[in-house]
């Protein structure tokens, strides 16, 4: 599905795809295999650095912090042609899109000054501190104590699944400051120096990869952080677990739309293949079912985006957000357990060729992977908690 907007978006579309053609990094560049999710390699970091002095790094913005001002159906159009060709804006993704927002909206001038442009200009990278071992979905009840002393907080705790925190040069950590109000009420994001003595970043593996390690777990004992690194108010942290993301969540459910067309694509293609079972795969008309249900889910999602993104424009609350987190990130596992499984014994090789989504991977290790949308932000029971609750107006458990 192709959207037509105005004259003026078309343009500012045509300079982007004009750009993009110029610049974009080779498909040689973007198949490199990626070390975690806050390792920036040389190619990456060069990248951001031309997208961000190109003023296409994060459009939206103004331009002193390296955007164009762009309105969000400019963002929009943005989000589609990055989407569509597979480019990553940021190899640090959690750094570029969760926590430059948050030091932009919630940093003095001073934390902006050491810690926003050099972020934005992938001078250093970032990992999230939220999850801990007793608080996933419930973040609240977190338990990582920091206790003010003077000029400096002393943090004691342990963070759990910390994406790329063994490659970081940065934590945003939330931790309780004040254990005697409502849970809500006592937690503080405080920047960390991921060198600081007493944090210790340990990676461990994951069944997907097994040369890729992204989780951590990450210890605090007896950290000293400066107090000019809290973010925000003491005890005001709540509100930047939330994000400050409202305006992109409008628009992110593209990536999930274009996966889910790319892994429909796949199954095309997997169709042309020998079954185990005699004949083409595609010849089975169960398979060819499951696709056309893989292609409508596709199309399905396409038009609950625009829908959800049209009613945000209007201003409009839109609680297709998180119906297309859980639809996205289900049908895409649905389409790549139906290869995984058309494959046979092939499909479970996580050196075979899969499907041409997320540029590298077999059907296996794609299917693997997979899971993982499931469960940040919001798992998928989570989700439909809020749907039966917010959206239909089911009572509370
Ligand atoms: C790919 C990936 C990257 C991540 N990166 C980071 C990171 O960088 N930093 C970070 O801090 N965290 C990160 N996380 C952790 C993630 O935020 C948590 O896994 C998530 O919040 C769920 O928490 P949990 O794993 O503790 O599960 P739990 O909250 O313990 O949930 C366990 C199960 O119970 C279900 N459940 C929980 N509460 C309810 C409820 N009220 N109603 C119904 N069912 C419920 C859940 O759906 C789940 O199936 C990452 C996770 C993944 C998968």
Redesign the pocket.
Known sequence: MRLRYGAKEEDFRADLVQWLEANAPTSDVLMQPKLSSAHLSDWSRKWQRTLFDAGWLVPGWPSELGGRNATPVEQMIYFEELSRREIPRSLNP?GLSIISPSIRDYGTPEQREQFLLPTLRAEVSW?????EPQA???LASLRTRAVLDGDHFVVNGQ?V???GAHHADWCLCFVRTDPEVPKHKGISALIVDMKTPGVEARPFAELSEPDYHDFNEVFFTDAIVPRANLLGELNGGWPITQGSLAHERAMLWIDFAYNLERATRGLVDLGDEESSTGGRIGDDPVYRDAVAQSAIDAQALMCMGYRGFSKFMAGRAAPEHSLLKLFGSESIQRSLELGLMSEGCRGLDTESRGPRMWRVGSWATQWLRSF?AT??GG????QR?IIAERVLGMPRR
């Open positions: 959690q990992c999230l501190g939220m999850s996933g979905s419930d963070k699944w910390t994406s993982g469960i940040p798992t998928s029971e989570i908690n």
